[in-house]
């Protein structure tokens, strides 16, 4: 396949006129004034308030701060509507956003801040201790210290010279002269580290470009009609330092006009139940052991769902059993899509368009391009499973300083390696596989984890299950499989024989270990890694 190009997105892009990305929230405001934005527990933001606050923010940074544009300032917070301040107000200064995890260690945070050369960060108030015990280590300059109540309760004075309240900025931004965001749609607007599952953490380099693309291609896949601009209502869950929240759930939020409910820490159900109860919700971004949690809640059948229009799925796989039963419960279906951090990140969405196919996401948004290879590079035929390539312009720009990693990542005409194992049939339709190193060699046969994973969790009494691959002197490696349960009663004995019922025998775990809990990322990713690394450690490998 030669390399392929843009068709439709560059004349979308060049009938909005936007420059950057801040172009976004200042059409909102034209379209949408003073309808709701964003909501986080009481509180609410309208478009208007929103770009003001962002404007005053953007003055401070531009000033008193002396950020220059294309400097990077990190964000370490977690869901709130300051979030969502700091966001614009950093693009309208200019800002390179960095977007930091609020539960990373010491260490982590150190890695990102020193990597990105961050000059200031927006952080919440309990932070403050962990950035100290780095900043000798990086070049922040400047704290913008925020609390979880700090728009109803406000504070605006600071004890340390390098430390300015959120509020303050705000208050005082007012009263400095306008700035323009001197940006253009091919400079750069996020660092989005990836989770480091191969290596040390890397800052991929998403131009406003790419990211307003990826809105363009992400509404692209909405019927018309099937929602109304300015009038619908999204739980947003998911929190803003992840990509797909990041783009999904703020930038085309704000591109559409829809009011989000940004849920401070999903971990509580009992509080994200009350929010869904509190609006008249008509969709919903989740992932798969959200939507597991919330089935699994005492309260859950008391929600209306009757204007729930329908649930999109990012950021992990969505598991198909798990999909029925939401289906059953709430009457809505599911969209799963497909991405990477390195693409801003939507590339494959199942859609109002496309029929419903079990077992595979979707097919690729607009002006997207995929193909599968082999491990000398050559495409394979469709049905065949091989690499994922990617081609479209919501790719990255590569990883922030580091070109050799950016060379290795993409083939010489420009084709992202993913990394994933995919299968594409006859009608474009992506099945994801699983990560290549994920999958396990059972006595020569290719074993993928998702296949293991869809079977075991077609028993209802399994809540969450992880299948990773073990060294075994006789097979290469065999099956090991962790779950957590919804019936107490299983054992493994019983979970072996729904294995094989619904399991060729080379697919059918070996090993089971039953835990009270799975671990999970901070944003409800199922960390298979972890469980691999320690069941090999155990093994002896």
Known sequence: MSTPAFA??????????HSNLFDVLAKAVQDYGD????????DTLSFRQLAADADVLARYLRGPLGLQPGERIAIQLPNLLQYTIAIFGALRAGLVIVNTNPQYTAHETRHQFADSGARAVIVLDKLVPLVRKIQGDTEIEHLIVTSLDDLTHPQYSADEADVTRFMHALREGAN????????ELDDIALLQYTGGTTGVSKGAMLSHRNIL?????????????????GNEIRVSPLPLYHIFAFTANCI??????????????PRDLDSMIADMKRHKITLLTGINSLFVSLMAHPDFGSVDFSALKWVNSGGAPLNTEIARRWQ????SVVREGYGLTETSPVVVASTAFTPYKEGFIGKAVIDTWMKTVDEDGQETP?????????????????YWQRPDETAETFTEDGWLKTGDVGVIDEEGFLKLVDRKKDMILVSGFNVYPNDVEDAVMRHAGIRECVAVGVPDEKKGEAI???????????DETAIIAHCREHLTGYKVPSYVEIREDLPKSTVGKLLRRVLRDEARAQAGA
């Open 35 to 42: 309808k709701p934005a964003f909501s986080c527990g009481m």
């Open 8 to 17: 439709i997105v560059p004349g979308q892009l060049a009938q909005l006129g």
């Open 176 to 183: 400095l002269p306008a700035v323009e965001p001197e940006r």
């Open 252 to 265: 085309a939020s704000v591109f559409t006009g829809f009011h989000s409910i940004l849920i401070n820490n």
């Open 382 to 398: 469709r049905g065949e499973p091989g690499e994922l390539l990617i081609y479209g312009p919501q790719v990255m720009q590569g």
């Open 480 to 490: 090991k499989l962790y779950v957590s349960l919804h019936d107490p009663k299983l």
């Open 328 to 331: 059953a419960m709430t009457g």
């Open 213 to 229: 693309s990826n809105v363009l291609q992400a509404v692209s896949v909405i019927k018309p009609g099937d929602v109304e601009y």
